[in-house]
């Protein structure tokens, strides 16, 4: 049940046709380590997908199953200023994928 369940969502986000044109729009980084300051703190974490679609373009995809939640946009906007400290002087955009609510960014 949960490898199916796995493998649905993996299925219903490679089908996007908005995913797509992001992640073949430019050069996937997967799994990419970042430790950010946050209000005197370090934070330690890793971004799933980075896209980057021009020399000083990038593009969080942040997946989530379930449905959305407010700590998801929290998420996502910290690893989007995490990657803008990590790329001085490029524009860091975010995008949030969900599997079961292709609606919702």
Request: proline share 4%; hydrophobic share 45%; net charge negative.
């Amino acid at each position: 049940g949960l490898v199916d369940a796995a493998a649905a969502a993996y299925e219903a986000m490679a089908a996007r046709e908005d995913v797509r044109a992001i992640y073949l729009s430019g050069r996937p980084l997967h799994e990419v380590p970042f430790t950010f300051a946050v209000e005197g703190a370090l934070l330690r974490g890793t971004v799933a997908c980075l896209v980057q679609t021009a020399s000083d373009r990038f593009t969080v995809l942040e997946f989530k199953t379930g449905r959305a939640r407010a700590e998801h946009r929290e998420q996502v906007d910290l690893y989007r200023r995490a990657m803008q400290e990590v790329f001085p002087g490029c524009v860091v955009n975010a995008r949030m994928v969900y599997a079961e609510d292709p609606q919702a960014v």
